[in-house]
């Protein structure tokens, strides 16, 4: 079975300072790692995926298959970066569907 | 593009009766996933629809069914309502058929079963 596990349910940070949300994965094949943000009463959208390697609004996250893991960085945090973040996980085994992780809540304080 | 819609944006209902939900997708997608997020809860998947047929699902009862139109268009219906049903439901498309695709959603519809 797959699963996503997103451990922090709140993360608070100071402006200015870096911010890590973590996601760990289980799933048998190849995965397809995303992650998702939805801002206040705005719908969900996808930050970033995996396979595109890009950096978006200076987030970045690695896929590391040894600790099946999916974490997402970001040197440093503005206060626009406040917002739900979400972990998901697709895949041929996976038929397409989407798994999600429970969410972390970001804060940045000014 | 309006991208992906959903209608009603919200639904109040009581428990016993049923609900439809409509979704279409964003201009050349094809496929449409639905998912149901409780109250602090990633969503989680319910089913897909792709070529007007079910493709894979989710978890749920059969009090969950859907459809979808030769226009790509789909909806969800569920009867016999409980309130553990209460929940945003989020419908998502995407295109390129049996490609893992990247899913774009919709704003969602809340049900409220009381």
């Known amino acids: 079975a797959q699963r996503v596990t997103q451990p922090e349910k709140l993360l608070s940070v100071f402006k200015g300072a870096p911010v890590e949300l973590k996601c760990n994965y289980s799933y048998s094949g190849s995965p397809e790692l995303f992650w998702y943000v939805q801002y206040s009463r705005q719908r969900l959208q996808l930050l970033l995926r995996h396979i595109s390697r890009e950096s978006i609004k200076g987030f970045t996250a690695d896929l590391n298959k040894g600790e099946t893991s999916f974490h997402l960085k970001k040197p440093f945090a503005q206060e626009e970066d406040s917002a739900m973040y979400y972990c998901?996980?697709?895949?041929?085994?996976?038929?397409?569907?989407?798994?999600f992780g429970g969410g972390t809540r970001v804060l940045v304080k000014p | 593009d309006a991208g992906v819609t959903q209608s009603p944006t919200h639904l109040i209902k009581t428990r016993g009766q049923q609900v439809t939900l409509r979704c279409s997708p964003k201009s050349g997608h094809d496929t449409v996933s639905w998912y149901q997020q409780a109250l602090g809860q990633g969503p989680q998947f319910i089913f897909q629809y792709y070529e007007e047929e079910e493709r894979q699902r989710g978890n749920f009862p059969d009090r969950f069914s859907g459809h979808q139109f030769p226009n790509y268009s789909s909806e969800l219906n569920v009867n016999a309502l409980l309130l553990g049903d209460s929940a945003l439901y989020l419908c998502?498309?995407?295109?390129?058929?049996?490609?893992?695709?990247?899913?774009?959603f919709g704003p969602g519809t809340r049900l409220l079963v009381l």
């Open positions: 998901a996980l697709s895949g041929w085994a996976a038929g397409n569907k989407l798994t």
């Open positions: 998502a498309s995407s295109g390129g058929g049996r490609a893992i695709e990247t899913q774009y």
